[in-house]
């Protein structure tokens, strides 16, 4: 039984054993005995001072004191008031989408002023700069090593060809 309370306080109970050991707790005897000594280790080891004696009791007596306030409705001043907000937030958020869409665009406005000739076309040749002649034996050897080597769907017999140019070596 002390092992099913001390799982009852750590939480690891079921819900239904949970429910039958509560029940047997409301019944006294030994367990409930049990039940408070662990509360007090758990006190003891947390640093807090037990309750005093009567507390519950007490507690329970406070509380049955107390008045019971029910909160009004709200008015239907303040609902309307609320209403007129949300109508005027509504308002403006379809005024300011509306005047984004609608509002000139200067960009737009001197596209369509643009001379329609297009700009002359001026053609630019890359610019070829030799490897030294040791680059192509380099990565020729290296070519196992290469990462596209991994890729799926990749052909792995694909070589690379090149062609050798005679220059002078420096």
């Given at each position: 039984?002390?092992d099913?309370?001390?799982?009852?306080?750590?939480?690891?109970?079921e819900?239904r054993?949970?429910?039958e050991l509560i029940?047997?707790?409301?019944?006294?005897?030994?367990?409930?005995?049990a039940?408070?000594?662990?509360?007090?280790?758990?006190?003891?080891?947390?640093?807090?001072?037990?309750l005093?004696?009567?507390f519950?009791?007490?507690?329970?007596a406070?509380?049955?004191?107390?008045v019971t306030v029910?909160?009004?409705g709200?008015?239907?001043?303040e609902s309307?008031?609320?209403?007129?907000?949300?109508?005027a937030a509504?308002?403006?958020?379809?005024?300011?989408v509306?005047?984004?869409?609608?509002a000139p665009?200067?960009e737009l406005?001197?596209?369509?002023?643009a001379?329609?000739?297009p700009?002359?076309l001026?053609?630019i040749?890359p610019?070829?700069?030799?490897?030294?002649?040791?680059?192509?034996?380099?990565?020729?050897?290296?070519?196992?090593f290469?990462?596209?080597m991994?890729?799926?769907?990749?052909?792995?017999?694909?070589?690379?060809?090149?062609?050798?140019?005679?220059?002078p070596?420096?």
């Amino acid at each position: 039984m002390k092992d099913r309370i001390s799982a009852l306080m750590d939480g690891e109970l079921e819900d239904r054993a949970a429910a039958e050991l509560i029940n047997t707790l409301g019944q006294g005897g030994e367990a409930l005995d049990a039940w408070h000594t662990y509360h007090v280790i758990g006190d003891a080891m947390r640093e807090t001072g037990p309750l005093s004696a009567g507390f519950t009791a007490r507690l329970a007596a406070r509380l049955a004191e107390e008045v019971t306030v029910l909160a009004p409705g709200r008015s239907p001043a303040e609902s309307r008031k609320w209403f007129a907000l949300s109508a005027a937030a509504s308002l403006a958020a379809v005024a300011f989408v509306g005047w984004l869409a609608l509002a000139p665009q200067p960009e737009l406005a001197r596209v369509a002023q643009a001379p329609s000739a297009p700009p002359p076309l001026v053609q630019i040749k890359p610019a070829l700069v030799p490897l030294p002649s040791a680059t192509n034996d380099y990565l020729l050897a290296h070519q196992g090593f290469s990462p596209r080597m991994s890729i799926q769907g990749l052909t792995p017999y694909a070589r690379t060809v090149s062609d050798q140019v005679n220059e002078p070596r420096k």
